[in-house]
Structure formats: C-alpha cells, structure tokens
C-alpha cells in the first residue's frame, strides 16, 4: 500500500494510460535549456572575454550565465504555467480547411460507393454534409451516389448546384465535374 502511495506521486492516470507527471516538466526544462542556455552563454562569454581578455574566463563567465539564465526562465514559466509556455512557443493550433478534416470520411463514403454500397455511402455523406453542409467535394459525392445508386436524377441535381454555387469559379475541378453531370443529367431529362 506504501508503495502504491509512493508511485501515486510520481504517476497519474491520463486517458486510460499511465503518465510520468515529471515527463512534462523534463521536457520543458529541456526546451527552455535548449533556447536560453545558448544564446545568453554566447553574450556571457563575449562579455567575459571582454572583460578579462582570456577565452578560459569568457567560457566560465558564458556557461555560468546560461545555467543561470536558463533556469532562471525554467521558473518563470513553472509559476506562470501554460502562458509562459505560450510565450515561448506560441499559441497558435494548425488550421485544417473542411476538405482536411472530413477527408478520411469522404474517402471511406468513396470507397463504399466504388463497392456499391450506396446506402453506406449515402449516410457518410450526410454526417459530413450536416458538419459542413457547403463542402464542395461531399455535395458533389451525394449527387453522384443519388445518381448512379437511386437513379435520383432531380434531387442530384439540388447537389450540383449547390457545388456551382459554392465554388463560382469555372477553374476548380469539382465546379466543372458538377457542370458536366449536370450537363449529363439535362441531356438525359430531354431525351
């Protein structure tokens, strides 16, 4: 029991997984070791040859400074917490466009159309369309799953022109593969 209290300290429960608390507090010591340590090392030296004229004095003086500086800043940032680290290495989280965060979704509503699987498909495409309901690339799948699945030739149509309208632009490849089989399905509806 003693011992379970002793690695408690150490250790705690982090999504199912057990975690090194100290694991954290390493690698930002490290971090901050890495950026601080040799830039304020260099100055220290520079200005410890400067001073005594003897490179021996520059390197005491430089490597001094930088343990100092280096720990110093380590504990500012421990007694600031995540803001201090936010100044350090910023804020800023990537950006994913809509296509990059659905993407593994629309390649498997793709893959189950390729299958003729259009009902599996078809529910895909709608949990992506009710996330992002003016993604180009999943407006234009459901056409394609109404057309070569139900032979829902009309309501595919609602999907093309929303990707027409979406993308206004005749260069972007999904506004002209909309216009060709809208194209397709008004030439079928005439004949």
Known sequence: MRECRKKSAFI?????????????AR???????VWVF???GFLGFFVGFNMYGKPGMGLLIGAGVGAAASCITYFII???????VNFLYGTRRPIYSDYE?????????RHQKTQKK?????VLVDAILKKAPRLP????????ILVEGYQKEEEAKIYLEKV????????EAYHRWAQTLLDKINTKARS
């Open 27 to 33: 690698s930002r010591f490290i971090r901050v070791t």
């Open 101 to 109: 965060k659905y993407e593994g979704e629309l390649h498997q509503a």
């Open 38 to 40: 040799p830039i304020i």
């Open 137 to 144: 690339e999943a407006l234009y799948l459901k056409a394609q």
């Open 12 to 24: 705690h429960h982090h999504g199912g997984k057990v975690k090194d608390i100290d694991s954290a």
């Open 78 to 84: 421990e007694m600031l917490g995540s803001s201090g």
């Open 164 to 171: 027409l309208a979406v993308l206004p632009g005749k260069g």
């Open 118 to 122: 259009y009902h599996k498909a078809l």
